[in-house]
C-alpha cells in the first residue's frame, strides 16, 4: 500500500475470533478512528483465515468474527476492509491469499482506502 502513500502498522491476534476484539481495544483507547483523541489510524484491514474443520466451530467463527467486526466498524464509523478469508481447504486458502493486488488482502486494503476517501469527502458535509 505504499505506492498509494499509506503507511501501516501491522497488529497480530491469536485467531479470527480476536480481530474483533483487538479493533476495539483500539477504538477503546481513541486510537481509531483518526478523528478519535489519541488518533493514529484512519482504517483498518482485518486480514485473517478460518478453514472448515469436522465440528461447527467453524460456522461460529466465521459468523462472529464477521458479525463483530461489521458492528464495530459501523458504530464507530471505522473504515475497515474485511479480508477475512473463510475456506473450505488449506488449497482455497492459498489460492485467495496470494500476494500482491489480485489477493483478497489486496481487495480488503483497497476497499479500506476507498471508504477512508469517503469519509474525508463527507467530512464537513454535515449539519
Known amino acids: 500500500m505504499r505506492a498509494v502513500g499509506a503507511r501501516f502498522d501491522r497488529v497480530s491476534v491469536p485467531g479470527a475470533l480476536e480481530i474483533p476484539q483487538a479493533l476495539a481495544q483500539a477504538v477503546a483507547a481513541g486510537l481509531i ?7 493514529q489510524w484512519d482504517g483498518a484491514v482485518a486480514l485473517g483465515c478460518v478453514i472448515r474443520g469436522e465440528t461447527a466451530h467453524y460456522d ?26 473463510t475456506v473450505e481447504s488449506e488449497a482455497q486458502a492459498l489460492a485467495r491469499a496470494r500476494g500482491g493486488a489480485e489477493g483478497k488482502g489486496g481487495d480488503a486494503a483497497r476497499a479500506c482506502l476507498k471508504l477512508i476517501e469517503l469519509a474525508r469527502a463527507f467530512e464537513g458535509q454535515g449539519a
Not at 478512528?33 to 488518533?39: D, E, K, T
Request: net charge positive; with cysteine.
Open 33 to 39: 478512528p483518526r478523528a478519535a483523541p489519541s488518533g
Open 60 to 85: 461460529i467463527v466465521c459468523r462472529n468474527a464477521n458479525h463483530w467486526l461489521m458492528q464495530l466498524a459501523v458504530r464507530h464509523a471505522v473504515p475497515v476492509g474485511n479480508g477475512i478469508l
